[in-house]
């Protein structure tokens, strides 16, 4: 089992930054991936940014790229999204989740271990 905990949502006006936490407890040897993804309402979940839990190999949803940054420290068990240049259709509830698998992946439904997610609010 992997628990998973995000921290640093808020509100925040366009234009400004983020820094989003999320931390990693249990199996930890066990996650090969780690992502982020978001949902607003009325959505489906979408993915973000993805990062090899070894290696650091990133990948980023095409609306984040050059304004989001994913970033880990395994030894604290952290993954960080940094979020700037925020624009108000980011507003979503922000949640990071841990493939087990190798193979990297987009969809949120190969992924297996969720956080309870945090809100990010961005006014305009």
């Known amino acids: 089992q992997v628990q998973l905990v995000e921290s640093g949502g808020g509100l925040v006006q366009a234009g400004g930054s983020l820094r989003l936490s999320c931390a990693a407890s249990?199996?930890?040897?066990?996650?090969?991936?780690m992502g982020w993804f978001r949902q607003a309402p009325g959505k489906e979940r979408e993915f973000v940014a993805a990062?090899?839990?070894?290696?650091?190999?990133?990948a980023y949803a095409d609306f984040v790229k050059g304004r989001f940054t994913i970033s880990r420290d395994n030894a604290k068990n952290m993954v960080y999204v940094q979020m700037n240049n925020l624009k108000p259709e980011d507003t979503a509830v922000y949640s990071c989740?841990?493939?087990?698998?190798?193979?990297?992946?987009?969809?949120?439904?190969?992924?297996?271990?969720w956080g309870q997610g945090t809100q990010v609010t961005v006014s305009s």
């Open positions: 989740a841990a493939r087990l698998r190798v193979r990297s992946s987009a969809s949120p439904d190969d992924y297996d271990y």
């Open positions: 249990g199996r930890t040897d066990n996650i090969a991936r």
């Open positions: 990062i090899t839990w070894g290696g650091g190999y990133t």
